[in-house]
């Protein structure tokens, strides 16, 4: 019940939050509504499953690159113009994407969808940054964080069914609708935050002791990057692997674990606001990192489905948490000129781990001698390792900083 009074409050009290949340839950709806129908569609032109794969990395290939010219650019231009320009590219991509008859096509069309996906995933969260104060950055960080999981579940369960009732293609044309009331609601009900403007790329990059090159926000990113790198890797590739040939799951029941995990991190955001603001927001990414690698070690603990079962909570549970606590410590140990180029950056670092996730656990998978065992085990070892990092190199200055 706190939990949802914090909620509440949240949203009383920060009311120019609101089209923002609006925004980033039909984004991330549109883009989910996607994912189910990707590779059968893909499947259709007549690829290898190799190909298919290629629509995943070449759309985050897409986002990598325009991660950080967006959130340098919005620090010139202020964030609404490339809230309005991300969306709009996404609805070109989706146009292109379902008239396409050919693969090659297709993955262009997926480039330029991850463009805008980018460039609109990197402002918004300059955007959050600079609407927070230190104390409202925990509730507002939580907030964003429910809206994106809030959108992308939504997204998931209503692809299926239009896919299922009026074809493959028609995700991709909800998509194109759900990208123009996005870039409407940017135009009209957003107040732009008007981000301190830094007037060369130079001054963009300055470092210091809270800038976005200072050793703590490295180590931040990095732990972002690996949390990137352990949802492609491991939710996306592995788990759904081990699931079916450890323990016999069907797909269906297999999407349902999924699914467990996208509600009760959904259930998770209210409670991790308390918590980053109780423990401090370094501390929350430290036990949200460790958590994550007990999650994934849960799965090949033993034969019985239960272990399944309780990974899937565990990870639903501790990445609810891990979200909120990366983006409360990153906006804290930056300074406000560089909240644009510093979240591009961070974003890049990000989409760095969710583009080699699958290609280098596959690797470990099929080159360790122990199979989907060993490329769990090396991910959990890779949470640990960069949680250690991250402690070590945030000093207790910068950890205090997160909590004024």
């Known amino acids: 019940m706190r939990g949802l009074n914090t909620i509440w409050e949240s949203f009383k009290q920060e009311r120019q939050i609101w089209p923002l949340l609006i925004m980033i839950c039909c984004t991330m709806m549109g883009s989910g509504m996607v994912v189910p129908v990707l590779s059968l ?8 499953s190799t190909l298919v794969g290629m629509l995943v990395t070449i759309f ?42 050919d693969f090659v096509q297709l ?27 230190p104390t409202t950055r925990a509730r507002l960080v939580g907030l964003y964080q429910l809206a994106l999981q809030m959108g992308a579940t939504l997204g998931t ?25 996005t870039a409407v609601l940017a135009i009209f009900s957003f107040q732009d935050t008007k981000a301190a403007p830094v007037h060369s790329l130079s001054g ?64 998770m955001m209210p409670f991790s606001q308390m918590l980053i603001q109780k423990a401090g927001a370094r501390m929350a990414v430290g036990y949200s990192m460790i958590g994550m690698a007990i999650a994934l070690l849960a799965v090949i603990a033993g034969a019985q489905q ?38 591009g950056l961070q ?23 122990i199979g989907h065992a060993g490329g769990i085990m090396s991910n959990a070892a890779l949470l640990v390792v960069a949680t250690l990092i991250f402690l070590f190199v945030s000093s207790r200055k910068s950890a205090a900083a997160t909590e004024r």
Do not use: E, H
Request: one cysteine or more; a positive charge.
């Open 157 to 181: 369960v209503f692809g299926g069914y239009a896919a299922k009732f009026f074809g493959l293609t028609a995700p991709f044309w909800a998509l194109l609708v759900i990208s123009l009331v």
């Open 41 to 48: 569609y893909a499947a259709s032109f007549g690829v290898t």
């Open 306 to 343: 239960y272990w399944f079962w309780l990974s899937m909570v565990l990870y639903g549970v501790f990445g609810g948490l891990n979200g909120p606590a990366i983006g409360a410590y990153s906006i804290a140990i930056l300074p406000r000129r560089q909240y644009g180029s510093g979240m």
């Open 204 to 267: 963009a990059l300055g470092s210091g002791k809270r800038g976005m090159f200072s050793g703590p926000f490295m180590a931040i990113s990095f732990v972002s990057g690996v949390s990137f790198f352990t949802r492609t890797a491991c939710m996306f590739q592995l788990i759904p692997l081990i699931a079916q040939d450890s323990f016999g799951l069907d797909v269906s029941r297999i999407g349902l674990g999924i699914g467990i995990i996208a509600v009760t991190m959904m259930t």
């Open 347 to 369: 974003r890049t670092l990000s989409d760095i781990g969710f583009v080699a996730g699958p290609v280098v656990i596959g690797l470990i998978d099929d080159f360790s001698g």
């Open 60 to 101: 985050g290939v897409g986002r990598l690159l325009a991660n950080f010219p967006s959130g340098w650019l919005s620090q010139q231009t202020g964030r609404r113009p490339l809230l309005v320009a991300g969306p709009l590219i996404i609805a070109v991509g989706s146009i292109g994407a379902a008239l396409t008859t």
């Open 107 to 133: 993955c262009f069309w997926r480039f330029v969808q991850g463009v805008g996906s980018g460039m609109y995933l990197t402002v918004s969260l300059a955007a959050l940054a600079d609407l927070s104060t």
